[in-house]
C-alpha cells in the first residue's frame, strides 16, 4: 500500500495523482491522546471520494491492514447530520468537517479520485494521556 504523510497541519490539494494512495494521518504518539479534525472541500470539478481508514498502532502494527473506521461527522457531505457530532463511517464525497480519535489508532484517508481536486485541510489536537 503506497501512502504519503499527512501528519502535518496544514492545508492539501488533492487531486487525481493520488488516486489509490493512502494519506497517513498517524497515531497521537507514545503518552499522547487526540484527535484528528479534517475539513474537505472539494472543487466543483470534483468526482470521487474519501474513506477514513485506520489499524491500531504502534510497531508491532507497522503491517496490519487498514479497515474501515468509524470518525464523528461534524459536517458530513453537505449536511448536519440528524444526529449532531455523531458516529459515522460513510464515503466522504462533498463538504465535509469531521474528527477522527486516535486513542490506540493510526488512521489513514484512502483516496478514490476520478477527476477534479479538493482542498483538505488538516488539524491535529493532541494531549498528554491521562494517567
Request: glycine content about 10%; cysteine-free; overall charge negative.
Amino acid at each position: 500500500m503506497a501512502m504519503f504523510p499527512l501528519n502535518q497541519r496544514g492545508a492539501y490539494k488533492i487531486d487525481a495523482t493520488v488516486h489509490g494512495l493512502w494519506g497517513h494521518l498517524g497515531p497521537a504518539g507514545p503518552g499522547t491522546t487526540g484527535v484528528w479534525t479534517l475539513q474537505w472541500e472539494p472543487d466543483l470539478s470534483f468526482d470521487g471520494q474519501l474513506a477514513v481508514q485506520g489499524r491500531i498502532a504502534g510497531e508491532d502494527a507497522k503491517n496490519a491492514v487498514f479497515v474501515p473506521m468509524p470518525y464523528i461527522a461534524v459536517y458530513l457531505n453537505a449536511a448536519v447530520p440528524a444526529s449532531p457530532r455523531s458516529w459515522a463511517s460513510d464515503m466522504i464525497q462533498s463538504t465535509s468537517w469531521i474528527e477522527i480519535p486516535t486513542a490506540g489508532s493510526d488512521p489513514a484517508v484512502l483516496f478514490n479520485i476520478v477527476s477534479g481536486f479538493g482542498m483538505l485541510y488538516v488539524l491535529d489536537v493532541m494531549g498528554a494521556s491521562p494517567t
